[in-house]
């Protein structure tokens, strides 16, 4: 695959970096992969391929393909990207997908010289961003390193084009809404970020490394590596793949490879499960507030309440008895949701059963529908593996049989 022609162009109020790429086993030819900031930030927007390489990586193993650039990368970046590469290929990468990815050659015009090793260490002078969603890593990461003044933090980068569809101008509004609140609450300075990156996702075929699970780490990379000289070290928020080491875009050993020699990635809050996270962050104003953890975005809400993720939060807020206190879920779980979501990832059952066991008794009808999601779930995951898991999923679902003997 080419990437070429990286040019920055300036609109009315804002300022877009982007590439020309062309696959040929796949077909792409001259597509413009871009992102788009404020005008303000145009002055830091980087002439070097580092993020658009880090957008390109994991799809171009799947394919595989070979990497040309016309242009310059970051050194120290190349090398990271070496290592990345032998971490991620043997990976089984999610339950839907089996696939194993291939190291591939990238070529490049040129290289920019790597500065010495300390510059990969935390800049002290230099200021920190960090991914911010308004989800419950996002917040428990930012709550965090406010306390901690060494951090430094300072800004709050957020992309539309991932959760929130680019072309989704009532949710991108109702977002944006609120990330000025966030704003105006933590002197945090917010950063916007608009890519069309997952539309380049689309291009590739169904199960070539194209999905979202595996390249959404990646896609917050790149962009982050699109500025230089504003921010030193960029925090990504950890998610429940570090407590179970599943394969999964962002992963505690492959987010600091993303690193050049002026931008460190430092993993954040890989200690905790999203469950103790929620408890950490469940009574903050700002989290009842704001906090938006829905990706289905059914109904155009900033919160559908009904998808598999709404509802594995708002069963732990119920469990607290703050489900009430929050202003942008429904209050009320309609238990005949559980029939219709995704099932649960072998690495994610836990959860689920986790809120089995903490549900009050008096939730019979609740618990009756969890134990059926659960079940459905195990059975999916039984359908899908070798005959090693195929024995560990037996088991639990005798397990499930006799919490339904308890249960009801
Ligand atoms: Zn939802």
């Known amino acids: 695959m080419l990437i070429e022609n990286l040019r920055i162009k300036k609109n009315t109020n804002s300022t877009r970096v982007s590439v020309t790429l062309s696959y040929e086993k796949v077909g792409v030819k001259n597509f413009e992969l871009y992102f788009e900031v404020n005008k303000q930030y145009s002055k830091f927007l980087s002439k070097s391929y580092d993020g658009f390489l880090a957008a390109v990586l994991i799809p171009s193993m799947g394919i595989p393909e070979n990497i040309q650039i016309n242009g310059a990368v970051d050194e120290a970046f190349l090398d990271n990207i070496d290592k990345l590469q032998k971490l991620i290929r043997p990976w089984e990468v999610s339950d839907s997908w089996h696939k194993k990815l291939n190291t591939i050659e990238i070529r490049t015009d040129q290289r920019q010289a790597k500065s010495s090793p300390k510059s990969l260490r935390i800049k002290k002078e230099k200021s920190s961003a960090m991914f911010f969603t308004a989800g419950v890593d996002s917040f428990y990461t930012m709550l965090n390193l406010q306390k901690d003044k060494k951090t430094n933090l300072k800004y709050l980068l957020s992309i539309i084009g991932y959760d929130i569809d680019i072309e989704n101008k009532k949710l ?14 933590t002197g945090l300075r917010s950063i916007i970020v608009q890519t069309n990156y997952r539309e380049f996702l689309n291009l590739f075929p169904v199960n070539s490394a194209n999905e979202w699970e595996m390249c959404h780490g990646a896609g917050l990379a790149a962009a982050a590596l699109i500025f230089r000289n504003l921010f030193g070290q960029v925090y990504i928020n950890s998610s429940d793949s570090y407590i179970t080491g599943a394969a999964y875009g962002t992963h505690p050993d492959m987010d600091p490879l993303w690193s050049n020699s002026s931008l460190k990635f430092i993993p954040y809050g890989s200690a905790l499960s999203r469950i103790e996270k929620i408890k950490d962050i469940k009574d903050n104003l700002l989290v009842r507030k704001y906090l938006r953890v829905c990706w289905r975005n059914i109904g155009n809400q900033y919160n559908c309440s009904q998808c598999e993720k709404c509802l594995r939060t708002m069963l732990q807020l119920k469990i607290y008895g703050v489900l009430n206190k929050f202003e942008k ?19 994610r059952i836990y959860v689920w059963e986790y809120f089995l066991k903490h549900l009050g008794n008096d939730e019979g009808q609740l618990k009756e529908s969890l134990r059926r999601y659960i079940s459905r779930s195990y059975q999916e995951i039984f359908r899908k593996n070798n005959i090693y898991y195929k024995i560990i999923y037996l088991i639990k679902l005798i397990r499930i049989s006799r919490w339904k003997k308890r249960y009801t």
């Open 329 to 347: 879920f429904k209050h009320n779980i309609d238990e005949s949701d559980f029939d219709s979501i995704d099932t649960s990832p072998k690495h």
């Open 172 to 185: 991108s509004k109702e977002f944006l809404n609120s990330l000025d609140g966030i704003s105006k609450a």
